[in-house]
C-alpha cells in the first residue's frame, strides 16, 4: 500500500508557492516560513545537554550544544577557538560565561558604548583574555552616524578557518551581516547565537528577505533552541503589514525579536559519529558476555518514568526539543542509555563472581560460559 502522508509536506510547499499567492497568502506564507526556519531541530539528547545559563531573558537566550562546545574547547590550544560578541552594550552575560567557565578568549564589539575608553568592571574581571572594539558589524564596512561598522564576513576571513563561537544582537544588521557571509564562512562557525529583529529601520523591507537568510542557515546549522520577544508565539497567521505596524485597536500580534541558538550541522554529525565508533568498541571490547547480556529486556523500577522534569522551568514561548512531541523519541532513548547502563552493571557483576570462584579453584568458567571471552585466572 502507498503511504500517501509523505507527500503532503511536498504538496502543502506547492500549494505555498503557486496557489497562495493567488489567494493573497503570500504575505502568511512569509511569517510562516520564519517561524519553520526557526524551530528547534535537535535534541538535549543528541547535544549531550544545553548550557543555557548564560540566558538573560528572550532577549538574550542561548542553548550550547555541549557535545560541540565541550569539543571545542577540549582542542582549544590548537583550534584557536576565540569567541566573538556583537552587541556586548557594556558587557553581556554570553562573553562573561564563555571567558570565565569555559576559558574562551573573546572579542567585544559595540559601537554605541564607550567599551575601550571606559570598561565596565564586569569586562575587566573576565577571566580569560578578552579585546574590546568601539565597533559596529554589517554587511559591509562604512561609517555612519560617527560610527564605525565593519563586515562580518572580513572579519570571519581574518579567522583563517580557526574554531569560532559567535554572538550576534546587533539591532536588525544581522539579516546583512548573514546575508553577506560565505557558504565557507558560515561552516567555519561552532556555534551562534542570534538575536533576530523585524521591525528596526536597519532591517529588510520584507519578511520574505529574512526568512531567505533564516532557511539558508538550515543548511549548516541545526536549531538547539528558540525564544520570542513580547511573550508572543511565532506561529501566528499574520500578514507583512501588520507584524511591525499592528492595525489600531489589534495589539502587537507577532514577536518584533526573537533569540535562537545554533550549532554547526557537519561538526555535530562528526562527533555523533565518533560517539557511535567508540559505543559500539567498547561493546565489542565486553566480550560474547556483553553481547548475551544485551538481550535482557529494560529493567526500570515500577512507576518510574524515564523521562526527566527538564523542560519544567521553560517558558511557554520558549521551544526547545523537549516539548512534547519529542518526548516520545527521548523517553526510549533514555530507556535505552539505563538499559546499557544495567547490562554493563551485569557484565561487571557476573566477571566479578567468575574472577572470585576462579581464583577459589572451585569452578572453571568454562563451564558455565562456554563460548564466552571471559578468561579465568585459575590455570586448570
Not at 564563555?98 to 572579542?107: D, F, G, K, Q
Not at 581574518?158 to 558560515?186: F, I, N, Q, Y
Not at 542557515?217 to 508565539?233: H, I, K, Q, S
Not at 555535530?268 to 559500539?280: G, H, V
Amino acid at each position: 500500500m502507498i503511504d500517501r502522508s509523505r507527500y503532503f509536506p511536498a504538496l502543502l510547499l506547492v500549494f505555498a508557492a503557486h496557489v497562495a499567492p493567488s489567494l493573497g497568502g503570500q504575505q502568511i506564507l512569509n511569517v510562516n516560513r520564519i517561524d519553520w526556519a526557526t524551530r528547534p531541530t535537535v535534541s538535549a539528547k543528541t547535544c549531550g545537554g544545553f548550557d543555557t545559563e548564560a540566558t538573560n531573558g528572550p532577549g538574550a537566550a542561548s542553548w550550547w550544544c555541549r557535545r560541540v562546545l565541550d569539543a571545542a574547547v577540549a582542542g582549544m590550544g590548537d583550534n584557536g577557538l576565540v569567541g566573538l560578541s556583537y552587541g556586548i552594550f557594556t558587557w553581556d552575560t554570553w562573553s562573561k560565561r564563555m571567558s570565565n567557565h569555559y576559558r574562551i578568549p573573546t572579542e567585544l564589539y559595540d559601537c554605541y558604548q564607550q567599551i575601550e575608553s571606559s570598561p565596565s568592571k564586569e569586562i575587566l574581571e573576565y577571566k580569560a583574555p578578552s579585546r574590546r572594539h568601539e565597533i559596529c558589524v554589517d554587511g559591509k564596512t562604512h561609517t555612519r552616524g560617527g560610527r564605525r561598522f565593519e563586515s562580518f564576513a572580513e572579519h570571519m576571513q581574518r579567522r583563517k578557518g580557526k574554531r569560532t563561537v559567535v554572538k550576534m544582537d546587533v539591532e536588525g544588521s544581522e539579516w546583512e551581516a548573514l546575508a553577506s557571509c560565505s557558504d565557507e564562512c558560515l561552516n567555519s562557525i561552532d556555534l551562534l547565537d542570534l538575536e533576530i529583529h523585524l521591525c528596526e529601520e536597519a532591517c529588510p523591507k520584507s519578511l520574505l528577505a529574512m526568512a531567505v537568510v533564516l532557511e539558508r542557515l538550515l543548511d549548516f546549522f541545526e536549531v538547539t533552541g528558540r525564544a520570542t520577544g513580547n511573550d508572543l508565539p511565532f506561529d501566528v497567521n499574520s500578514s507583512d503589514d501588520v507584524v511591525c505596524h499592528p492595525r489600531k485597536g489589534d495589539g502587537r500580534v507577532y514577536p518584533s525579536t526573537a533569540s535562537i541558538s545554533y550549532v554547526n550541522k557537519a561538526r555535530l554529525a562528526e562527533l555523533l559519529q565518533l560517539a557511535k565508533m567508540e559505543k559500539e568498541k567498547a561493546r565489542k571490547d565486553s566480550g560474547s558476555i556483553g553481547g548475551w547480556l544485551q538481550s535482557i529486556p529494560p529493567m526500570l523500577p515500577s512507576g518510574l518514568h524515564p523521562m526527566t522534569s527538564a523542560s519544567a522551568s521553560r517558558s511557554d514561548r520558549i521551544d526547545g526539543p523537549t516539548a512534547e512531541e519529542d518526548m516520545s523519541s527521548q523517553s526510549a532513548e533514555v530507556a535505552e542509555d539505563q538499559r546499557q547502563e544495567t547490562v554493563e552493571k551485569a557484565v561487571a557483576a557476573v566477571i566479578m563472581v567468575l574472577s572470585f570462584l576462579g581464583a577459589c579453584h572451585c569452578l572453571k568458567p568454562s563451564d558455565v560460559i562456554r563460548h564466552g571471552s571471559y578468561r579465568s585466572p585459575c590455570k586448570v
